[in-house]
C-alpha cells in the first residue's frame, strides 16, 4: 500500500473521530447505517476502525481466528446468520482490548455483559445470551457480510457511537466530513445562544 493511501485513509479516521454518527447521517439520510437492534452493550470510547469481516452460526471457531488475526485499528464485523448463541465474550474483548482493536460488532449475541462494562473497548451486538456457541466449525473469514441489515466490506470504515453504527468506504464517508463539520458548527452556535 502507497504513503499516499494510507495517509489519506488515516486522515478519514481522524477526521470522523471529532464527529458523531448523527452529524453524517444528517448529512445524508441515505448513509449507511446498521439497524437500532445492533446496540452498544459497554459504555465508552467511539467505536472506529477498518472492518476485519467473518460469518459464523452459532460456533465462535471462526470469531477466535478473525481476532487472532486482527490487526491493531481493526473492528471485528460478525454475522451471527441468526443464530442464537453467545459468538463472543468477556474473554474476546479483552483480547481485542490488549491488540488495541477498534471494537467488535456481533449481528448476533455475545455474552458476559457485565464483565464487559469495565472494558475500554466498544462492543456491539444484537442481543446477550449466557449460552456459548460450539468450537467446531470455521466459517467464513474476509467476506463482505450482513451486520445489522447493511452489508460490510473488508475494509469499510466502521464508525460507532452511543447514537449507533455506520459504516462505509473511503470515498462515501470522506464527501460526508465537510458538510457533518458544518451541523457540528451550526450545533455549537445553537447551543452557545442557550446560554
Known sequence: MSLIKVDIMNTVLDQLAELETSML?????????????????????KLLGRARTASC???????????????????????????????????????????NLGGIIVDGMVRDSAAMQDIDLP?????????AGTIQTIGDIGVAVSCGGIVVSPGDVVFGDADGVIC?????LSALVPGARDIMANETRAFAAFE
Open 168 to 172: 462505509g468506504s473511503d470515498d462515501e
Open 57 to 99: 452460526r452459532n460456533d465462535f471457531l471462526t470469531v477466535m481466528r478473525v481476532l487472532a488475526d486482527a490487526e491493531a485499528g481493526d473492528v471485528l464485523v460478525i454475522d451471527g446468520r441468526g443464530g442464537h448463541l453467545a459468538l463472543a465474550g468477556e474473554m474476546f474483548a479483552l483480547e481485542a482490548h490488549r491488540k
Open 123 to 131: 462492543v456491539y451486538a444484537r442481543a446477550v445470551h449466557p449460552v
Open 25 to 45: 447521517a444528517d448529512n445524508n439520510k441515505l448513509v449507511r447505517a446498521m439497524d437500532a437492534g445492533i446496540r452498544r452493550i459497554n459504555p465508552g470510547r
